[in-house]
């Protein structure tokens, strides 16, 4: 097997975890961590050979922009101090006392290198963390705390990451020096996604199909990645700034075909990049126990040290500041995600699992320094970064679902609905208040005004049927139920027409571009069809 086949390999396996993580209760991270571990144990299964400077590129942009499609810059401006709270500075005190230990437990680890180990452990994974917790029925607001923790970690772990290797790499580091490189990067990587947002946001304007917007949309993140790193900035802040903007304002209401496509499209992206790089780190245990044979000991040590010390440091971080968010919130009233009760706070704290973001960075090490030698204890980094991420990604990800069962925290049902019948109400007042619009300068006969106007009702009773009364709900649900009915026939009537073309694909004479193009007009008809139902 070549290097190739290993990533199909693993490119196949982030597809089959994902149903099959479903059926047996398990995280599709660890059953895909797992699977790459007994890969690394098979003989004819080659060692993992990816350059270091290309590893940060090809895995962060693609899973920063798909994390960024599930939030908004709304939520990030309101949330800006919990993030701060609970994220950043999080970071920086996990960041210090890792380097404290590792430089305490790994004789000979020089304290750049030790700030390397510890910048790549702080920053909890999102994928892992909302790839468990998104299907345990935890509040909304949970899941967007942990979500949006994961962004803004990620940047500052990555800034922090980039300075301390600088130093270890030339032997020389000057604090003055250090701010302002850590400034001047946050400044070009605004600068630069910006620009690309707004380059991107009017190229789709003059593209207009929707794959070719797509095709765009999957360059952008790379692009923004790779200028900002070419101009000294961050990579991670210029992908995030961008993917923002373009969330914020390359939005089109009426685009129904593009946001359907482009939804799936990020989601398939998302898991296959995900997937593969859970893979790496279950294949990459191969490499790391290799090179600590003759050292087990020590090596056990300094690991069990570090992630006790990543674990400890998160819940004594999130108590007292989730304690103070909370005091703040209720004393300036902001609509900020944060944990509202020790429960949820504990939660949030189990949910802090490491995964690709601390592997990648891992992996992303230099061998050699300048003038030659090697990177100073870089075995040793490696081999504590993934005891730090195998242990907290399988021991916090299978026993968080029994966590959550033990603390009881389950969703706001009743705030969720309330917030979905609000905007059902406002669904069906802008449509209403549209057909006035339009029968003011349109006449239309009394019987379709009156039909045009129920529809109105409907849409908004389809998104919340409890917004109607009991009478009304009660006709609304049997005309429903005439719908589906009229709708399951007209698909089995287009589903007949597809065959048909289908069979006429493979007839002599027949021409495959005119039977595709007929086929999707079909397809399109199924997408969209609406069957009238008549009183």
């Known amino acids: 097997m070549d290097q190739l086949a290993l990533l199909f390999v693993l490119l196949l396996g982030a597809v089959v975890t994902v149903p099959l993580g479903d059926r047996l209760g398990l995280p599709s991270p660890v059953l895909m961590t797992l699977a790459g571990a007994v890969l690394a144990l098979l003989p004819f299964v080659p060692n993992v050979d990816i350059p270091p400077e290309y590893i940060l590129p090809l895995v962060l942009p693609p899973l920063l922009y798909a994390a960024v499609q599930r939030t908004s810059w709304r939520q990030f401006t309101a949330n800006i101090r919990p993030i701060f709270l609970l994220a950043v500075a999080l970071v920086f005190?996990?960041?210090?006392?890792?380097?404290?230990?590792?430089?305490?437990?790994?004789?000979?680890?020089?304290?750049?290198?030790?700030?390397?180990?510890?910048?790549?452990?702080?920053?909890?994974?999102?994928?892992?963390?909302?790839?468990?917790?998104?299907?345990?029925?935890?509040?909304?607001?949970?899941?967007?705390?942990?979500?949006?923790?994961?962004?803004?970690?990620?940047?500052?772990?990555?800034?922090?990451?980039?300075?301390?290797?600088?130093?270890?790499?030339?032997?020389?580091?000057?604090?003055?020096?250090?701010?302002?490189?850590?400034?001047?990067?946050?400044?070009?990587?605004?600068?630069?996604?910006?620009?690309?947002?707004w380059v991107a946001n009017k190229l789709m304007g003059i593209l207009g199909d929707p794959t070719l917007q797509i095709g765009l949309t999957l360059l952008v993140p790379f692009v923004g990645y790779v200028l900002a790193e070419e101009f000294h900035g961050s990579g991670v802040l210029a992908v995030l700034t961008c993917a923002l903007f373009l969330a914020e304002y390359a939005v089109d209401a009426d685009d129904?075909?593009?946001?359907?496509?482009?939804?799936?499209?990020?989601?398939?992206?998302?898991?296959?990049?995900?997937?593969?790089?859970?893979?790496?780190?279950?294949?990459e245990m191969h490499n790391v126990v290799g090179a600590a044979s003759g050292h087990w000991t020590e090596l056990l040590r300094a690991g069990a040290a570090v992630v006790a010390v990543v674990v400890v440091v998160r819940l004594v971080w999130l108590l007292p500041a989730a304690w103070l968010a909370k005091?703040?919130?209720?004393?300036?009233?902001?609509?900020?995600?944060?944990?509202?009760?020790?429960?949820?706070?504990?939660?949030?704290?189990?949910?802090g699992m490491r995964g690709v973001a601390s592997v990648a960075l891992a992996l992303a090490i230099p061998y050699t320094v300048d003038g030659g030698g090697d990177f100073p204890a870089r075995e040793e980094i490696l081999f504590i970064a993934f005891a730090v991420v195998l242990t907290t990604l399988i021991v916090q990800g299978l026993t968080l679902p029994w966590l959550v069962r033990k603390l009881r925290v389950k969703a706001d049902t009743e705030a969720e609905d309330e917030l979905e019948r609000a905007?059902?109400?406002?669904?069906i007042k802008a449509s209403k208040h549209r057909l006035k619009e339009i029968l003011e300068v349109e006449e239309l006969p009394e019987e379709v005004t009156e039909q045009l106007a129920r529809r109105a009702y409907d849409i908004g009773a389809r998104i919340a049927p409890d917004i109607v009364d009991d009478d009304r709900r009660e006709?609304?649900?049997?005309?429903?139920?005439?719908?589906?009915?009229?709708?399951?026939?007209?698909?089995?009537?287009?589903?007949?027409?597809?065959?048909?073309?289908?069979?006429?694909?493979?007839?002599?004479?027949?021409?495959?571009?005119?039977?595709?193009?007929?086929?999707r007009q079909l397809d399109m008809r199924s997408l969209r069809s609406t069957p009238e139902v008549h009183e």
């Open 93 to 197: 005190a996990t960041t210090a006392a890792v380097a404290a230990v590792a430089q305490a437990v790994v004789p000979g680890m020089p304290l750049a290198a030790a700030v390397v180990l510890g910048a790549l452990v702080a920053p909890p994974d999102p994928v892992a963390a909302t790839a468990v917790a998104g299907k345990l029925g935890l509040p909304r607001r949970m899941v967007s705390i942990l979500e949006g923790e994961g962004l803004f970690n990620d940047v500052t772990a990555i800034v922090l990451y980039h300075v301390a290797l600088a130093a270890a790499v030339s032997g020389t580091f000057s604090a003055p020096g250090a701010v302002s490189s850590l400034v001047l990067s946050a400044v070009v990587a605004l600068a630069v996604g910006l620009v690309i947002g």
């Open 256 to 283: 129904v075909m593009g946001r359907l496509a482009g939804y799936t499209f990020w989601e398939i992206v998302d898991t296959l990049v995900t997937g593969v790089a859970f893979g790496l780190i279950g294949l």
């Open 327 to 351: 005091r703040m919130h209720k004393r300036r009233d902001y609509d900020e995600d944060i944990p509202m009760s020790w429960r949820e706070t504990l939660i949030m704290w189990w949910s």
């Open 423 to 427: 905007l059902a109400l406002r669904v």
């Open 475 to 519: 006709h609304f649900e049997k005309r429903i139920t005439r719908m589906k009915k009229v709708q399951r026939i007209q698909n089995e009537m287009l589903s007949a027409a597809r065959h048909e073309v289908l069979a006429a694909r493979n007839e002599p004479g027949a021409d495959p571009e005119i039977v595709d193009r007929v086929l």
